[in-house]
């Protein structure tokens, strides 16, 4: 069976803590299919002490931070912008100084797969970790025996769905969430969620015909985000039913934020939060968001190291970092959701903080699968008769 091809991706009215997301986000400017890398260390960085190890790793940790020196490079193909890296690859390398030489991809999120298997099957791939938020490609990769068997020491402090998949770790939890622009709309048609919005514009139909953006569940994180509400928000298909007729489909987070932006559509549903908060909250003021109040679906951002990784204790530390506090912190500095209790950060709502605001009951945490090709289809056919 083959998967799901995948295009380039990307709340109630209270609002969360004091945000700081993406400072400096213009230093990094535009990205090019490989994400700006830091400059090469010095050599007193390269001769930096080593860090103290946690109490909780074991002795033989040691090793893996000495031989990191030796490798000083890390690459990771993603689909996550330098953006929403860069605050964890400067905590990273402020740990470790003699790795600063670390570049990640904005790919789109089929390609982060694709190349990686493409270049393994001529013999060799430069990649070490892969990084994505697109759940079903993740249930393929699983089926392919690529994934380096590590397992973390941090595993025991994080919940036990941390490891998705074997080598598949949970790096953040972003909701799926929608924007609005709030220029074109009164304040008695601002959502807070997708069944709220479908009284909005069938109150007004011939207002709202054609103002709504939504993901393509042709594409892998449409398919997830279209199938997560349905299969798990009460009532989702109805809510689709009656919100479809009204919308247009598009193919990337990018395009449907910026026709938020340009005031083409009022409305943009099913982005990832990863792309749609940090969107709306430096707008300035133009638009809004909103998580989804009768239930909001929770979409991992994972990433693996592969068994082929040229800098394998680079790689080890980096992921370890990432699921520590410290480095979870970093992800919410970023704009991304952290899901590991302990964390102390005030970027970004944590996933608990999401679970308070909302009800446990109303926050669902997508879990990758691999999909067959014959029941995406069949769920996109079902997908376009409610739209009409």
Same mark, same amino acid.
């Given at each position: 069976?083959s ?10 009215a209270?609002?969360?803590?004091r945000?700081?997301?993406?400072r400096?986000a213009?230093?990094v400017?535009?990205?090019a299919?490989l ?12 001769n ?26 890390l ?16 905590a ?7 790795l *600063?030489? /670390?570049?990640?991809t904005n ?12 270049? *393994?099957?001529?013999g ?9 938020n ?15 068997g ?9 919940p036990?769905?941390a490891e ?12 799926v969430a929608l /924007?609005y ?8 048609? /601002? ?30 994180y449409?398919?997830?985000s ?12 109805d809510t689709f039913r ?12 990018g ?7 340009s ?20 707008? #300035? ?9 009768? #239930? ?37 500095e ?12 005030d970027?970004?709502?944590s996933l ?6 909302? #009800? ?13 090709e ?11 008769k409610? #739209?009409?």
């Open positions: 069976m998967t799901i091809p995948l295009a380039p991706t990307s709340r109630p209270s609002r969360p803590t945000r700081r997301l993406l400096g213009a230093a400017g535009s990205l299919a994400g700006g890398a830091l400059s090469a260390c010095t050599a007193d960085e390269a930096a002490a080593a860090p103290q190890t946690p109490a909780h790793y074991p002795a033989s940790y040691d090793r893996i931070v000495e031989a990191s020196r030796r490798e000083r490079k690459l990771i193909y993603s689909n996550t912008s330098q953006t929403n890296w860069q605050p964890a690859f400067d990273f390398t402020r740990r470790y100084p003699w *600063s030489d /670390i570049r990640a790919l789109g999120g089929s390609a982060v797969y694709e190349r990686y298997y493409s270049e *393994s099957a001529a060799a791939s430069p990649a070490d970790v892969l990084a994505n697109a759940g079903p490609l993740w249930g393929d990769y699983a089926t392919r025996d690529v994934a380096a590590y397992r973390s020491p941090e595993k025991d402090h994080l036990d769905w998705l998949l074997p080598g598949v770790w949970t790096m953040s939890t972003d909701p /924007i622009n709030r220029k074109t709309l009164s304040r008695d048609q /601002i959502p807070d969620g997708l069944r709220s919005l479908a009284a909005i514009v069938e109150a007004r139909p011939s207002r709202f015909r054609g103002r709504i953006g939504v993901y393509d569940p042709t594409n892998a449409g398919y997830a279209n199938q997560g509400y349905t299969s798990k928000v009460a009532g989702g298909w009656r919100l479809l007729p009204f919308a247009h489909a598009d193919h990337s987070s395009t449907l934020v910026e026709k938020v932006v005031g083409e559509y009022d409305f943009s549903i099913n982005l990832s939060g990863g792309v749609a908060i940090p969107a709306a909250e430096n707008s #300035g003021g133009l638009m809004g968001w909103s998580y989804y109040a009768e #239930g909001t679906v929770v979409m991992p951002r994972a990433l693996s190291i592969v068994k082929t990784a040229p800098h394998p204790h680079a790689a080890r530390l980096f992921l370890d970092f990432l699921l520590s506090a410290e480095g979870q912190a970093a992800v919410a970023g704009g991304l959701v952290p899901y590991r209790p302990d964390v102390r950060q970027a970004m709502d608990q903080d999401m679970r308070r605001k909302l #009800g446990a009951e109303r926050v669902h945490l997508y879990r990758p699968v691999r999909v067959p014959r029941v995406q289809e069949a769920y996109v056919a079902r997908w376009r409610a #739209g009409g």
